[in-house]
């Protein structure tokens, strides 16, 4: 059976997992000389020992992190938060949204940063939830948690076989209306495509993401039903896919602060 923990290091990343998830720690180590003199570690364990998690503190850190920026703490989880099919079944079933909702469903991503930059746009932009395969893809681990600086643990996971799994709950649901798009250099410039899916009275806007060398795989790209392309200076042939995504995040939820 695959092991199931998660390590994750850093202030950001092992405070946002207490804070939001202190029933999958497990334990907490701490570097005692770095603790002493900072009030960042300090805050940490104070959070650790409320939520009854053990703190071991010790002399140094395990020599697998020492290559790591873990500012003198190291957080075990019993596994990543992540959610299934039925999450998110249970989540759209329920009312239809006053606001659009935003997801992204990543299609094979193989970088584990470009992963945790994802996540980290996610949750600043507000996205109800993340959707990735348990198959070639980057799983959630400490380097995806470090690279979202934590917040991989503010926004919902679901981890699913297959993620055109979503599409089929998504077009169940009689009271939703569904937009799904990819950015592609050819297609609708993205600010025309945010001011569509604002008038065009949808509940849900759906990101479909490719990995970095192959793109979306084709029978994804026949879920979409919109093709959206990032204005550039001529010479640029594209952004990077973490890059791409938190300008199509950004447009549409800056467009509904307005």
């Given at each position: 059976m695959k092991d199931r923990n998660l390590w994750?290091?850093?202030?950001?990343?092992?405070?946002?997992?207490?804070?939001?998830?202190?029933?999958?720690?497990?334990?907490?180590?701490?570097?005692d000389e770095a603790h002493r003199g900072s009030v960042e570690l300090q805050k940490i364990v104070a959070s650790a020992k409320a939520a009854g998690v053990r703190v071991d503190f010790v002399r140094a850190l395990p020599k697998d992190y020492a290559d790591k920026r873990t500012q003198g703490a190291l957080a075990l989880m019993k596994r990543a938060p992540t959610l299934g099919v039925p999450d998110f079944t249970d989540l759209v079933e329920g009312e239809a949204p006053q606001n659009l909702r935003q997801w992204a469903v990543l299609d094979r991503l193989e970088d584990p940063r470009n992963f945790g930059a994802i996540l980290r746009s996610a949750a600043a932009f507000g996205l109800s939830g993340v959707i990735f395969g348990d198959k070639q893809q980057a799983p959630v681990t400490g380097v995806v948690a470090q690279a979202?600086?934590?917040?991989?643990?503010?926004?919902?996971?679901?981890?699913?076989?297959?993620?055109?799994?979503?599409?089929?709950?998504?077009?169940?649901?009689?009271?939703?209306?569904?937009?799904?798009?990819?950015?592609?250099?050819?297609?609708?410039?993205?600010?025309?495509?945010?001011?569509?899916f604002r008038e065009g009275e949808f509940t849900d806007l759906v990101w479909i993401l490719g990995s970095e060398g192959r793109g979306v795989r084709q029978g994804l790209l026949e879920k979409a039903s919109h093709r959206v392309s990032i204005p550039m200076q001529a010479g640029v042939e594209s952004l990077n896919v973490s890059v791409a995504s938190a300008l199509a995040f950004y447009a549409m939820y800056q467009s509904q602060l307005s």
């Open positions: 994750v290091w850093g202030w950001h990343s092992v405070e946002s997992c207490l804070e939001n998830f202190p029933d999958l720690v497990l334990e907490l180590k701490i570097e979202s600086a934590g917040q991989c643990f503010r926004v919902p996971l679901f981890e699913v076989p297959n993620p055109n799994t979503i599409f089929r709950v998504l077009d169940e649901q009689a009271h939703l209306r569904s937009a799904v798009a990819v950015l592609d250099m050819d297609g609708e410039k993205l600010q025309d495509a945010v001011r569509g």
